[in-house]
T-cell receptor, first 118, second 113 residues
Framework: NAGVTQTPKFQVLKTGQSMTLQCAQDMNHEYMSWYRQDPGMGLRLIHYSVGAGITDQGEVPNGYNVSRSTTEDFPLRLLSAAPSQTSVYFC?????????????????FGNGTRLTVT | QQQVKQSPQSLIVQKGGISIINCAYENTAFDYFPWYQQFPGKGPALLIAIRPDVSEKKEGRFTISFNKSAKQFSLHIMDSQPGDSATYFCAAKSGGSNYKLTFGKGTLLTVNP
């Protein structure tokens, strides 16, 4: 059972380049999300999805796009990378469905992608 | 607007001591308060969580204390061990938030041997 898998682990981009950060989970979780982690800033929500075909913006969505065509995958796209997007990106998933047990279900995080934009 | 305020930013404790990390929130709609633990190079993982209908929850050496009237909650690590050295995040969620968690900024705990 792999859990949440993120690729690549490390990436260096030049300003203006585009790329996609991959995230896959094998737990059949409906809820998936992307966070960025910056020193002193904690974890900030970028985008999230409550199921295939449904996405919504989080706290810091500018410069990022997402789509959710399958339950398993939730890629994050940087359209034109900027130095301000240098960060560690985490994908997370959890069970959802509106029941109280699902509401309290934990977020399962991947091990992150460290992105540097020069 | 930071909805969950966490302190201290860093904490150094001797082995066997008590580590205490505090969080305060503003949104009275929050009704689920988890703590996550993160080791270097890894993603955060759920450590312990509490609902506001109880004032304390204990799991092994880890205890959450919750003060609903003060809108504060804290993590206590008893008999702290070097293996507890990690970054700790408090978080909060409200029922109408589509499962979104709001995190504090984190506390880097170092337990010296």
């Amino acid at each position: 059972n792999a859990g949440v898998t993120q690729t690549p682990k490390f990436q260096v981009l030049k300003t203006g380049q585009s790329m996609t950060l991959q995230c896959a989970q094998d737990m059949n979780h409906e809820y998936m999300s992307w966070y960025r982690q910056d020193p002193g800033m904690g974890l900030r929500l970028i985008h999230y999805s409550v199921g295939a075909g449904i996405t919504d913006q989080g706290e810091v969505p500018n410069g990022y796009n997402v789509s959710r065509s399958t339950t398993e995958d939730f890629p994050l796209r940087l359209l034109s990378a900027a130095p301000s997007q240098t960060s560690v990106y985490f994908c997370a998933s959890s069970y959802s469905g509106g029941r109280s047990v699902a509401y309290n279900s934990p977020l399962h995080f991947g091990n992150g992608t460290r992105l540097t934009v020069t | 607007q930071q909805q969950v305020k966490q302190s201290p930013q860093s904490l150094i404790v001797q082995k066997g001591g008590i580590s205490i990390i505090n969080c305060a929130y503003e949104n009275t709609a929050f009704d689920y308060f988890p703590w996550y633990q993160q080791f270097p190079g890894k993603g955060p993982a759920l450590l312990i969580a509490i609902r506001p209908d109880v004032s304390e929850k204990k799991e092994g050496r880890f205890t959450i204390s919750f003060n609903k009237s003060a809108k504060q909650f804290s993590l206590h690590i008893m008999d702290s061990q070097p293996g507890d050295s990690a970054t700790y995040f408090c978080a909060a969620k409200s029922g109408g938030s589509n499962y979104k968690l709001t995190f504090g900024k984190g506390t880097l705990l170092t337990v010296n041997p």
